[in-house]
């Protein structure tokens, strides 16, 4: 089980994923459900249900809309995430003083990292010039046959890299004879 765990698809921002992981080592889930579990009970069922979609959402590939589905009475985006905040908020509060030093409560991320499909769909809305390029480099066009089809200039090329490189794709680079490369020519 515990190999499993290890290999399993992490749906946290990274830095969420390694606080998580501190205050489970360091008994903060414990300390928050039995301060859960003390009176007053008033609101107790609301914090239980807190906590459970704070682990749905991190821990699931669920969305906001999946977890209103499970969770009827909260079908608002804004009313999900002050429920995800609130159960963060006493998850960290219950964490060691070490573990709050290291994972300061604003800087931990509750957004998850969005999906290929999803930046893919923001390149293409934005004129897809990644989107385009990419398309092209599965076909495993070159440089050259990619700048001329899509009529970029080397700059605009050279700038899709970055975010292609996240996608997990690699631009090729421009091929230069060695005359055209400054750097070769005035050593030799």
Same mark, same amino acid.
Request: proline share 5%; aromatic share 8%; charged share 35%.
């Given at each position: 089980?515990?190999?499993?765990?290890?290999?399993?698809?992490?749906?946290?921002?990274?830095?969420?994923?390694?606080?998580?992981?501190?205050?489970?080592?360091?008994?903060?889930?414990?300390?928050?459900?039995?301060?859960?579990?003390?009176?007053?009970?008033?609101?107790?069922?609301?914090?239980?249900?807190?906590?459970?979609?704070?682990?749905?959402?991190?821990?699931?590939?669920?969305?906001?809309?999946?977890?209103?589905?499970?969770?009827?009475?909260?079908?608002?985006?804004?009313?999900?995430?002050?429920?995800?905040?609130?159960?963060?908020?006493?998850?960290?509060?219950?964490?060691?003083?070490?573990?709050?030093?290291?994972?300061?409560?604003?800087?931990?991320?509750?957004?998850?990292?969005?999906? @290929?499909?999803?930046?893919? &769909? $923001?390149? %293409?809305?934005? /004129?897809? =010039?990644?989107?385009?390029?990419?398309?092209?480099? +599965? *076909?495993?066009?070159?440089?050259?046959?990619?700048?001329?089809?899509?009529?970029?200039?080397?700059?605009? @090329?050279?700038?899709?890299? &970055? $975010?292609? %490189?996240?996608? /997990?794709? =690699?631009?090729?680079?421009?091929?230069?004879?060695? +005359? *055209?490369?400054?750097?070769?020519?005035?050593?030799?």
């Amino acid at each position: 089980m515990q190999r499993e765990r290890e290999c399993s698809i992490v749906y946290a921002h990274p830095e969420t994923h390694k606080f998580l992981k501190a205050a489970i080592k360091d008994r903060a889930v414990e300390r928050t459900l039995h301060e859960f579990r003390s009176p007053p009970r008033g609101e107790n069922k609301k914090r239980f249900r807190d906590l459970n979609i704070l682990g749905i959402y991190l821990e699931t590939p669920a969305t906001y809309r999946e977890i209103a589905d499970i969770y009827p009475r909260l079908n608002n985006k804004k009313v999900l995430r002050q429920s995800i905040d609130r159960a963060l908020s006493s998850l960290w509060s219950n964490a060691s003083d070490e573990t709050r030093s290291t994972f300061p409560l604003s800087e931990i991320k509750i957004a998850k990292p969005r999906s @290929l499909k999803s930046r893919e &769909r $923001t390149s %293409k809305s934005l /004129g897809g =010039e990644s989107f385009r390029v990419s398309q092209l480099l +599965s *076909e495993r066009l070159t440089y050259e046959e990619i700048k001329k089809k899509l009529k970029l200039t080397d700059k605009e @090329l050279t700038g899709t890299r &970055r $975010t292609l %490189k996240k996608w /997990g794709q =690699e631009v090729p680079y421009k091929f230069r004879a060695p +005359s *055209e490369n400054k750097g070769i020519a005035e050593n030799t």
